[in-house]
T-cell receptor, first 113, second 115 residues
Framework: DQQVKQNSPSLSVQEGRISILNCDYTNSMFDYFLWYKKYPAEGPTFLIS?????DKNEDGRFTVFLNKSAKHLSLHIVPSQPGDSAVYFCAARRNQGAQKLVFGQGTRLTINP | DAGVIQSPRHEVTEMGQEVTLRCKPISGHDYLFWYRQTMMRGLELLIY????????DSGMPEDRFSAKMPNASFSTLKIQPSEPRDSAVYFC?????????????FGPGTRLLVL
């Protein structure tokens, strides 16, 4: 039972354009969402997060949008840069089990020069 | 400040052998997590500890897997006997109660190949 789903295994975007990565979840008890970025041969690193009381959080070139009614969140990267090429994981947690994260399968983003 | 340390970075073994993966969390962190990454299922949480006590091991696939945390600075994940389907990248992560967004910090992972 995959509670957090990233349906696109890969995405290719031109440098300078917008990258949009999507994530869907099924558990309505999730109230905090995170995106992690992973380079080859390294562990995932935290990128950006959003609480369920918000619908948008922005940090530089990265913006996360949350649509609670649709149980959907997305990560926007604009403009995309070659260094953004990585695997992006969406994760969610419940406040009750605050430390436990449920991750999606990941989306491999490739930025083409 | 050293991050999460995992050893070995790579492990190749034969089916039926015992495998032990090791993790040193960030000093001062009170949570430790073990994950497995596969293409099909992404990052799966296997088990996590709080103050060295296992809290949730519901993700441990079967009795062949066991994890221990004898002290705040060391944890092991053991697979005995190992099988080819255990081949994956295993990550250890740690976090701190009340830390920034209580985010988890991951080690570089151990790539395990069981032949």
């Amino acid at each position: 039972d995959q509670q957090v789903k990233q349906n696109s295994p890969s995405l290719s975007v031109q440098e300078g354009r917008i990258s949009i990565l999507n994530c869907d979840y099924t558990n309505s008890m999730f109230d905090y969402f995170l995106w992690y970025k992973k380079y080859p041969a390294e562990g995932p690193t935290f990128l950006i997060s959003i609480s369920s009381i918000k619908d948008k959080n922005e940090d530089g070139r990265f913006t996360v949008f949350l649509n609670k009614s649709a149980k959907h969140l997305s990560l926007h990267i604009v403009p995309s840069q070659p260094g953004d090429s990585a695997v992006y994981f969406c994760a969610a947690r419940r406040n009750q089990g605050a430390q436990k994260l449920v991750f999606g399968q990941g989306t491999r983003l490739t930025i083409n020069p | 400040d050293a991050g999460v340390i995992q050893s070995p970075r790579h492990e190749v073994t034969e089916m039926g052998q015992e495998v032990t993966l090791r993790c040193k969390p960030i000093s001062g962190h009170d949570y430790l997590f073990w994950y497995r990454q596969t293409m099909m299922r992404g990052l799966e949480l296997l088990i996590y500890f709080n103050n060295n006590v296992p809290i949730d091991d519901s993700g441990m696939p079967e009795d062949r897997f066991s994890a221990k945390m004898p002290n705040a600075s060391f944890s092991t994940l053991k697979i005995q006997p190992s099988e080819p389907r255990d081949s994956a990248v295993y990550f250890c992560a740690s976090s701190k109660t009340g830390g920034p967004r209580e985010t988890q910090y991951f080690g570089p992972g151990t790539r395990l190949l069981v032949l």
